[in-house]
């Protein structure tokens, strides 16, 4: 494997090639940054959207590393902000709903929770690559996280969060048909409702989380 600050650095300019040679999805990101920010310039939203397709493959290697860390890594390189009242709550025996977004690395975040003596559920689709999809599994499951297929959490999730777990939902997406819509920047984007649905039906609390890179090195 590479040495970190060389595989990140290779991650990004693989990014910035993703846009600007390849163009994946090049339309659809400068179309939604556009409806986001009607009234930046041009040059700032093309350097937004460079830069975030830089840290979309820089936090996919990541992951990728994670492979090779121990909890005692994970905790050593993540800082934890409002943390003591999710942990004050699931002493207690209660259950969380945890909502997070793709922002930052998400993978990391439950990891850096786990690692703390959170016991996490993690909500997720199937992978399309079948050899991703197992070392996600095996990934996840070693560093403390316990996955929920998503076809299975009506079924599963009442009972993790009975059992006082912290269940977590990346819940970002747009599910077009079965969504909930609300207003977004200005429009009307569908939203997941299956969170706020399982919230409700036990009186859950829940939190908001993000795992965001901090400035400097090494990489945290």
């Known amino acids: 494997m590479l ?7 290779l ?8 846009r600007e040679a390849l163009r994946i999805r090049r339309v659809d990101v400068d179309r939604h940054l556009t409806m986001a920010f009607p009234m930046s310039e041009q040059s700032w ?14 936090e996919a290697a990541m992951t990728l590393r994670l492979s090779n860390m121990g909890s005692e890594e994970v905790m050593k390189r993540t800082t934890m902000e409002g943390f003591e009242d999710l ?13 997070s977004g793709h922002l930052g690395n998400w993978e990391i975040g439950g990891a850096a929770l786990a690692a703390r003596g959170i016991p996490m559920d993690v909500i997720t689709h199937l992978q ?12 996840r499951e070693r560093l403390g996280l316990n996955v929920i297929v998503k076809n299975e959490a009506f079924r599963l999730v009442p009972t993790s969060l009975a ?11 747009n599910l ?6 609300v207003d977004f920047f200005g429009h009307l984007a569908a939203t997941a409702k299956g969170p706020a649905l399982f919230a409700l039906r036990g ?5 908001f989380g993000f795992a965001l890179r901090l400035p400097g090195w090494p990489s945290r």
């Open 11 to 18: 991650s990004a300019m693989l990014g910035w090639f993703a």
């Open 128 to 139: 399309r690559n079948p050899f991703f999809e197992e070392y996600l599994a095996e990934t």
């Open 45 to 58: 939203r093309v350097r937004v959207a460079r830069g975030s397709y830089c840290h979309i493959v820089r």
């Open 163 to 173: 059992s006082g777990r912290a269940v977590t939902f990346v819940a970002d997406q």
């Open 176 to 181: 077009q048909r079965r969504g909930v819509f």
């Open 87 to 99: 942990r004050r709550i699931v002493e207690q025996g209660q259950g969380v709903v945890l909502i």
């Open 203 to 207: 009186s859950t609390p829940v939190f």
């Open 3 to 9: 040495p970190e600050r060389i595989a990140l650095a």
